[in-house]
């Protein structure tokens, strides 16, 4: 009886040693299959990968920006710049790592920025109000995402000033740039094309003259540059460094703030068309150097030009004499006759006060059938008007003696006058505008119609028209005023580079 029992547990033994063996070798499958998921490459892009891609993304929509972009967009830019070095510094541990691994708030914070490139390319390919709003739209959530970053201890750029680096103040007037004409041609408006990149960048203007009492005789400030942000500076390390070009700088280090001040002559400037300048922030942490760009728009020494055209009506006074018909007054014997006659001007005309007469064409008289003009004491006058404008006179017979007939014929003589309109126009030609100095352009008093061309930094186009009744509407250029002066008879153009969007 035991020895059946026996058998019995062998024969199960058996049959649950090829069940345990199974389940051994799944569970060491499963374990390698974990093992080597983590260690193989994944077809998925990596971390660095995707920075790569958001790097040349970030440098190609800059290098597209034209002058528009570069002032109208800039907001929008630099936010896409502060989030994209943000991500840049949090993923350099990580860099190998498939993005799909990442947690989803920092995957997000991509995803954001991406949106963002993808809203300023839209406003590159077809730049319109709408898509500039929209991508400013796009930036305001891009800006929230990079708020969320600060609970970390990285570091972190929430926002720096200023947005534009102001001209050199001693700008190119007396400067004229190769192969410009002196003055602009006679006749249709012709702005100056944009000009190709030169060559030589230091051949982009020459002088036209420059005696010693009109140099600048005072240099350029230097630019104030504060950053605001998170964890910019470490206790006991070196003060962060700002590079622009070849100039290199340390900052003075307040609490969650960076201040320095920077050389304008450090900032490359075109003399023409605006710019983007970017400066490099370098902080240390330990043994590691972590960087961030600064997007600034560097704005050129000549704002640009404009042109004033005007339609004007004047008036040119015309003059004719008229010439009344005769009229006839008569009178029998004793009695005084007046024959009263009241002229309009022809359709158009008006009598001139000032030059009309009455003529007395012939007076008569007869006594007892002998004529004698002596016996008619008769006159032609000038008499009340019965309606406005007209002439009336009064032609009277008038005898001397009881027994005398008269007879009075008389007439009189006007200058009419009216006003013929000219119609001209008045042009001002292409002018420079200057940072420094206020343009004004006199407005024609007989101005009916205006029109107004304008462009700025060679490379932004407006035009602007209205009507003498309507006034001058509101002229939106960016770092432009256009307004009448005190008197309403000067059109004053103002270029101011602290007047930015």
Not at 260 to 273: C, E, Q
Request: with cysteine; aromatic share 6%.
């Amino acid at each position: 009886m035991a020895q059946a029992s026996r058998s019995t547990a062998d024969a199960r033994g058996v049959r649950r040693a090829p069940i345990v063996i199974a389940f051994a070798v799944v569970v060491a499958v499963v374990v390698l299959f974990t093992v080597m998921r983590e260690e193989m490459p994944t077809s998925e892009p990596t971390v660095d990968e995707r920075i790569a891609v958001l790097r040349t993304e970030r440098a190609g929509l800059q290098a597209r920006a034209d002058s528009e972009a570069r002032i109208g967009l800039l907001p929008a830019f630099r936010t896409a710049s502060l989030l994209f070095d943000a991500l840049a510094v949090r993923s350099e541990s990580d860099g190998d790592r498939a993005f799909d691994l990442l947690p989803s708030y920092r995957r997000e914070t991509f995803v954001e920025l991406e949106v963002l490139n993808g809203a300023l390319k839209d406003a590159l390919d077809r730049p319109s109000e709408g898509a500039r709003l929209a991508a400013h739209k796009v930036a305001a959530g891009a800006a929230v995402q990079l708020d969320r970053l600060a609970a970390d201890a990285m570091p972190l750029i929430l926002s720096y000033a200023p947005r534009f680096v102001p001209p050199r103040r001693a700008t190119g007037e007396l400067t004229l740039a190769p192969g410009t004409p002196e003055a602009a041609p006679h006749g249709a408006l012709q702005l100056d094309r944009p000009a190709a990149p030169s060559a030589n960048p230091t051949m982009q203007a020459v002088p036209r003259y420059a005696p010693d009492f009109a140099a600048a005789g005072d240099d350029d400030p230097p630019l104030r540059i504060e950053i605001v942000g998170s964890h910019l500076a470490s206790a006991g390390g070196p003060p962060p460094m700002l590079s622009i070009g070849a100039w290199r700088g340390p900052a003075t280090v307040t609490p969650e703030r960076l201040r320095f001040s920077v050389p304008r002559t450090a900032f490359p400037t075109d003399s023409r068309r605006t710019s983007f300048a970017a400066a490099t922030l370098s902080i240390r942490r330990g043994s590691r150097t972590v960087l961030f760009q600064l997007l600034f728009t560097v704005l050129p020494d000549r704002p640009g030009s404009f042109a004033f055209d005007q339609r004007a009506v004047t008036k040119t006074l015309e003059s004719n004499t008229l010439v009344s018909p005769e009229i006839l007054s008569r009178a029998p014997p004793g009695e005084t006759r007046t024959v009263r006659r009241c002229f309009d001007p022809p359709s158009g005309w008006r009598f001139d006060k000032e030059r009309q007469r009455v003529v007395i064409v012939e007076r008569l008289g007869w006594q007892e059938d002998v004529s004698d003009p002596t016996l008619n004491a008769g006159s032609v006058e000038f008499v009340p008007a019965e309606e406005p404008g007209q002439v009336c006179i009064a032609v009277i017979a008038r005898p001397v003696m009881r027994s005398a007939r008269t007879a009075t014929i008389g007439r009189f003589e006007a200058t009419l006058v009216r006003d013929r309109p000219s119609e001209t126009v008045v042009k001002s030609g292409v002018r420079a505008l200057d940072w420094r100095e206020a343009v004004r352009v006199p407005v024609d008093p007989g101005m009916v119609e205006w029109k107004l061309y304008m462009r700025l930094f060679d490379d932004i186009d407006r035009e602007f028209e209205g009507s003498a009744d309507a006034g001058l509407p509101r002229v939106s250029m960016p770092f432009v005023s256009v307004g009448l002066d005190d008197d309403g008879h000067t059109l004053v153009l103002r270029a101011d580079p602290t007047d930015g969007p």
